[in-house]
Structures are given as C-alpha cells and as structure tokens.
C-alpha cells in the first residue's frame, strides 16, 4: 500500500546510457471498490453559455469517478431545425479537465442531428433533447440522443479510446498541424509579452517539429503528449491573463470588421462601434462582461462576412486543402466533388448546404473562429 518507488535506467540500441529528466517512477497502490475501476479523464459534452453563448462542458463522468457508470442527462436546443434543412444541433463529447477554452481538451466525436434527419415537422428553439449514457469499466462510452419534438434517436458507440488513438506511424501530418497550431497559439500570446513558461514550451516544440517527417513514432507520440500537455500550461495563462488576451481578441475583432465594413448596413456599424467602447471599458476594469460584449461583436462580425459570398468561396476551398480536418473520408471526398461542380456554376447557394455537410464532419480545431461562427452545439442546460 503506499507510494512505491521504482529507480529506471535507459540504453540506447548500442548500450549506451541515456540521461533522463527523471529516474524515477512513482505507483501509489490505494484501495478502490472491488469492480470498480478509476476514471483516467474527466468526459463532458459541450453547450452555449446562455450568457455569453461561448462554448462550455457539461462533465458526465469527473475524473476519478468509479467506472462502469451509466445515466441520462437532458438539455435544450438553442436554434430551430425544419425538416429537411442543413441546419443542425451537435452532440459534442470531449475528454479532459481544461474548462476554457474547452478545445484544449481531447475532442473525441460526436452525435450531428440535422434537418436531413427527419422528413417533417420542426425542432423549435428550446426543444428538449435527451441523452442516455453508459461509460464501459474500459472506458469505452455508448451514447443515444433523443429529440421527441419530431420522434427520432441517434445511437453511437464508437467512442472508444483505441479507434480515437493517434497511429504515430502514419499521422506525421496530424500531429504537427496540432504542434504548429500551437505555436501560433503561444506567439500569439506572447506578442506583446514575454513568459519563460510558454517560451521553454515552444522551443520544445519547435525542436520536433523543425524535423517534420524525419521523426520516428516514438518521437512523433512524444511530440503528440507534449502538446496535450502544454495546452493546460497555455489555458491558465490565458486564465491569468485574461484582460490582455481580451485586448488581443477585441483588436482582432475590430480588424476583421473593417475589413468587410462595406457590406455592413449603418445600423450595424453604429451598433458594432457602441460594442466596441463598451467592451474597451469593461476590458480596462478586468470585467467578465468583456466575455459577453465580444462575442456580440463577434456574432455582428460574422452576419457581415458572411453576406459576401467571396468568404463562401475561401472557406471550401480551405476545406478542399485540409482533407486531415475531417473524420469522414469517404463522405468528403464525395461532398468535394459536388462542391467543386457548384464552385464552376457559382452555384452559391447549393454550396453553402454542401459547407454546412462537411460542418457536420469536420473535427474541432483550436481557436477556430470557422467552428465557432458556424458549428455551435445549439444545446445548452
């Protein structure tokens, strides 16, 4: 019982020593319920913020809870789905214990439930959803989601950690899109300020990923821990940090106004520049109202994109050249195919049902404004 310590040595192919950080490896044997067994992760399904509308996890299982373990939570939709429409409502499981931002967390699937799921009536705006659950004592995690509005459930039982592992033979690519979004992220952060810990993390970093494809598997899966590691080192920066990051996201915000300011009626300009000194003065008194002011600024931003059709054109052809992003090759490659037919008949309006299908398909990626303007849950509590 106790702490058992345990002295490691490590060789190379020729027999040399190999220097370690650590020698040693720590196994504290406790008492657990005979036929229970711990959780390793926390697991938890995304919602809007009724508040703010920023992406939150609702936790069905903590970390350390007693494994197998079963229940059923319901939530309410935020949006209206008509049948037969590409709009749709997501089931989003992640797996980890950073509260914010929650895609710093393991992104392990999802359960999409569209217009094109039933043939009539509508899902209204606070429309009930039920989910059933069952977290297996391997952690494997069986789901089913009802929406009795209109009679229809949608089963999953694919998440599993061992279909959700990385193949560190073959994923080179996977991997160091994660490490180089990453290190955005960090340079990003530290435009304007220096900090040793995120400065000793990116040059770790770099140092992988400066050798690409030349990295072997075990190289490649320490690169892969490092990073999920790092992203906690980076979400309490961003926690402690908060008024500066605020800055940082409302400059940026601004300028993405601008830039399609012309499309913009004068209603929303007035409106977008009261938000605009309103989030200035909250972010000078360390308020948490910046949060709710910017995302407003935000959704503003985003129906002012979004009514040129030009970004329609960007963002399916940034889709086309990032087939990795999506968790259904089969399904992408034919949706592809029929969005590049559309392109050549500047067919706008067909393309924007093929962008909002590959939506459904495409995994969440770190500080994605795309996810985030056009892939909310539409669940909340």
């Not at 299982?61 to 007693?66: P, R, S, V």
């Not at 209206?80 to 214990?97: M, P, Q, T, V, Y």
């Not at 069952?134 to 209109?150: A, L, R, Y």
């Not at 499309?263 to 938000?275: E, R, Y």
Request: proline share 3%; with cysteine; net charge negative.
């Amino acid at each position: 019982m106790g702490e058992n310590h345990f002295n490691v040595q490590c060789t190379d192919e020729n027999g040399a020593d190999i220097k370690l950080e650590s020698s040693t490896i720590v196994i504290t044997k406790t008492l657990i319920n005979i036929g229970k067994i711990p959780c390793a992760h926390s697991v938890g399904v995304e919602l809007e913020d009724p508040v703010t509308h920023k992406p939150i996890l609702d936790y069905l299982i903590k970390k350390d809870d007693l494994l197998p373990k079963s229940g059923t939570v319901k939530y309410k939709t935020t949006k209206r789905i008509n049948a037969g429409s590409s709009d749709s409502i997501s089931f989003k499981l992640w797996e980890g214990e950073i509260t914010d931002p929650i895609v710093y967390n393991r992104f392990i699937g999802e359960i999409t439930i569209s217009g094109n799921s039933f043939e009539y009536g509508i899902i209204p705006v606070g429309s009930e959803i039920i989910c059933e659950y069952t977290f297996s004592d391997s952690g494997n995690i069986e789901t089913k989601v009802t929406v009795p509005s209109v009679g229809i459930t949608e089963a999953k039982d694919s998440y599993d950690r061992l279909s959700g592992q990385i193949d560190f033979n073959n994923d080179y690519e996977k991997v160091l899109n994660e490490a180089q979004n990453l290190l955005d992220k960090i340079d990003e952060l530290t435009e304007n300020q220096f900090d040793t810990k995120l400065d000793d993390i990116a040059e770790k970093i770099i140092a992988y990923v400066e050798r690409g494809d030349e990295l072997s598997a075990e190289e490649l899966q320490t690169l892969f821990e490092l990073v999920q590691t790092s992203k906690g080192v980076v979400a309490a920066f961003i926690q402690e940090n908060r008024t500066s990051v605020w800055q940082q996201e409302l400059d940026s915000i601004v300028h993405d106004f601008t830039t399609f300011e012309e499309n913009a009626t004068p209603a929303m300009i007035k409106q977008f520049n009261s938000l605009k000194e309103s989030a200035q003065r909250a972010i000078d008194m360390n308020s948490s109202t910046a949060e709710k002011l910017l995302e407003q600024m935000r959704e503003i931003t985003a129906k002012v994109m979004f009514s040129n059709d030009e970004i329609y054109l960007a963002i399916f052809s940034f889709m086309a050249e990032n087939p990795q992003d999506f968790n259904n090759s089969v399904l992408y490659h034919e949706l592809i195919i029929q969005g590049i037919q559309y392109v050549q008949q500047n067919d706008i309006s067909s393309l924007k049902n093929i962008i909002s299908r590959l939506l459904q398909i495409r995994i969440p990626k770190e500080d994605s404004e795309l996810d985030v303007m056009l892939k909310g849950s539409g669940l909340t509590k």
